[in-house]
T-cell receptor, first 112, second 115 residues
Framework: EAQVTQNPRYLITVTGKKLTVTCSQNMNHEYMSWYRQDPGLGLRQIYY???????DKGDVPEGYKVSRKEKRNFPLILESPSPNQTSLYFC???????????FGDGTRLSIL | AQSVTQPDIHITVSEGASLELRCNYSYGATPYLFWYVQSPGQGLQLLLK??????LVQGIKGFEAEFKRSQSSFNLRKPSVHWSDAAEYFCAVGAFKGGSEKLVFGKGTKLTVNP
């Protein structure tokens, strides 16, 4: 089954404790992206990747890092999480730039 | 810069009534446009897309949308709403810039369906 898988689905952690949210897709998609969703703000793009080893900032990249060492994986790293990063995070992928994106089921992060 | 406006934060309709969700975009060239739906606790599912060609596009679940360049709009419609359509709907506009893609989402319209 074609899918985008995020882990964990839920995480409660404390300020400053590094965490990684993994994202994996099995569709051989070139393009992958991370979004955060906050009430009243819709989805905002954090980072995206056009292909392996090619990443770029979206609208709200501060406090986040990403890497794209393999085509299927695009982890989101919070080196020193802060409470303002409490949010619902979505990973998405598409065959290539300009194609519709397939979304994962989301990761709800709470930073205390 | 691209922007997307969904003027209605929340809409309530009765089951069987028609539906129109508004989306206005701002972009200098012709963008490509999407409508996504998000059910509670779920990710986003693509309803339909517009890249070029016929300005009336058909999607899944009986939805359609019409691209109107003169009005910078891409409104979503359904002739008869079902209770299962209750969800949040997002319009998104994409564009190529400098060899990469910029995809911007609206803030969403939450749809409530009354029996």
């Amino acid at each position: 089954e074609a899918q985008v898988t995020q882990n964990p689905r839920y995480l409660i952690t404390v300020t400053g404790k590094k965490l990684t949210v993994t994202c994996s897709q099995n569709m051989n998609h070139e393009y992958m992206s991370w979004y955060r969703q906050d009430p009243g703000l819709g989805l905002r793009q954090i980072y995206y990747s056009m292909n392996v080893e090619v990443t770029d900032k979206g609208d709200v990249p501060e406090g986040y890092k990403v890497s794209r060492k393999e085509k299927r994986n695009f982890p989101l790293i919070l080196e020193s999480p802060s409470p303002n990063q409490t949010s619902l995070y979505f990973c998405a992928s598409s065959l290539r730039v300009g194609q519709p994106q397939h979304f994962g089921d989301g990761t709800r992060l709470s930073i205390l | 810069a691209q922007s997307v406006t969904q003027p209605d934060i929340h809409i309530t309709v009765s089951e069987g009534a028609s539906l129109e969700l508004r989306c206005n975009y701002s972009y200098g060239a012709t963008p490509y446009l999407f409508w996504y739906v998000q059910s509670p606790g779920q990710g986003l599912q693509l309803l339909l897309k517009y890249f070029s060609g016929d300005t009336l596009v058909q999607g899944i679940k009986g939805f359609e949308a019409e691209f109107k360049r003169s009005q910078s709009s891409f409104n979503l419609r359904k002739p008869s709403v079902h209770w299962s359509d209750a969800a949040e709907y997002f319009c998104a506009v994409g564009a190529f810039k400098g060899g990469s893609e910029k995809l911007v989402f609206g803030k969403g319209t939450k749809l409530t369906v009354n029996p």
